[in-house]
């Protein structure tokens, strides 16, 4: 569950970074944030909450 948690947050910040990359002189799209934010904070919710 540890690497499954990380594995996730990891792939929050990938998503995030790609997506303010791509995007960069204007404002990222929402979509991708969106996304990225609900894989980091599964990956977060995962780590607190069953790895204890």
Do not use: H, N, R
Not at 1 to 22: A, C, D, P, Q, R
Not at 25 to 47: H, Q, S, T, Y
Request: glycine share 14%.
């Amino acid at each position: 569950m540890y690497y499954m948690s990380k594995g996730l947050e990891l792939l929050g910040m990938i998503v995030i970074v790609t997506g303010f990359i791509v995007k960069f002189p204007g404002l990222m799209d929402p979509k991708l944030l969106i996304v990225g934010l609900a894989c980091f904070g599964a990956g977060w919710i995962i780590e607190k909450y069953t790895l204890q």
